[in-house]
């Protein structure tokens, strides 16, 4: 085969494989459990996208993250923590943020090296997820549920538990 028509034939197949992945979800992380996340993986599964944080008062909402990952990851779930000190709550290093998530709440979902979740300083997905529901985290644990496709993004505040009636209601539809 020619150079050129290989090329051109990788350059098709390449745009093909790429056009699956929304741009919302064309991000990749380091995660605190050592491996990386790419979010294209999980185009065709519904994701919820919790700001996180180890000192606030919301913090045991990660019992109910890390049980609904156990119970509905087969059926297509995907859960990512974002730990961020945004609101002055989160520990000093990403070390401390891992083992404190692991020792204290058995978190196996993954979680992302620390960010910014607010303003000019926010992380390009948080960015993204604002102009999406046009609303940023006002607190730590802000919930975004992202459908499949990304053709639908929903918004609950802090307060919302994370098997609230209002995300289940979204999300069942979305499983498997």
């Known amino acids: 085969m020619k150079p ?6 990788f350059l098709v197949f390449a745009s093909q494989a790429f056009a699956g992945c929304p741009p919302l ?10 491996g990386e996340i790419n979010l294209c993986e999980f185009a065709d599964r519904p994701v919820l996208v ?3 944080a180890s000192k606030c008062g919301f913090t045991p909402q990660f019992e109910k993250l890390e049980g609904m990952y156990r119970d509905l990851r087969e059926k297509g779930l995907m ?7 945004d609101f002055r709550q ?10 404190f998530c692991l020792l204290t709440y058995k978190v ?7 960010s910014g979740v607010t303003g ?10 604002r102009e999406a529901t046009g609303q940023a985290p006002k607190w730590n ?5 992202i459908a499949p496709g990304a053709k639908q993004v929903y918004s609950f505040a802090t307060q919302v538990e994370p098997d609230a009636p209002e995300i289940m209601s979204k999300l069942k539809p979305l499983l498997k």
């Open 50 to 52: 919790v700001n996180t």
């Open 4 to 9: 050129a028509l290989f090329f051109a034939l």
């Open 25 to 34: 979800l064309d991000h990749r992380y380091k995660t605190l459990q050592g």
């Open 120 to 129: 000019a300083g926010a992380d390009p997905l948080y960015r993204q997820l």
């Open 108 to 114: 196996e979902f993954p979680m992302v090296e620390k």
């Open 79 to 85: 859960i990512v923590g974002f730990p961020s000190n």
């Open 90 to 99: 989160e520990l000093a290093t990403n070390q401390q943020i891992g083992e």
């Open 141 to 145: 644990f802000h919930k975004y549920l």
